[in-house]
């Protein structure tokens, strides 16, 4: 109960905050963040990062041939998404058109 209070409790405070708060927030968290990271040697790191893999290992060893196929469409379609031929050609077109527009005017 208190702990649904105190999540409820943030997200009001969150709400509240103006864009320039917001903006300090994100930084600070950042910076803490960083902070953590550069305190961080690098066998800690080296360690972690190779739980990291091993985790992610395990997980997609432990995932089912249904799980693994929609994780792999997902990614096949993100990347078309940002590869789709439609704005490839619409660039191309609006390129065409900006150079061809200077050239008239010289």
Known sequence: MRLARDREQKREKRKARTAEEQEMHIEHEHNQKQKKVDMETTTEREERLARDRNRKKEKRAA???EERELRLEHR??????????????????HNCEYLSS???EV
């Open 63 to 65: 995932e089912t041939v």
């Open 76 to 93: 096949r379609n993100n990347w078309k998404k940002k590869r789709t031929t439609e704005t490839t050609n619409k660039y191309n077109e």
């Open 102 to 104: 200077e050239t008239d």
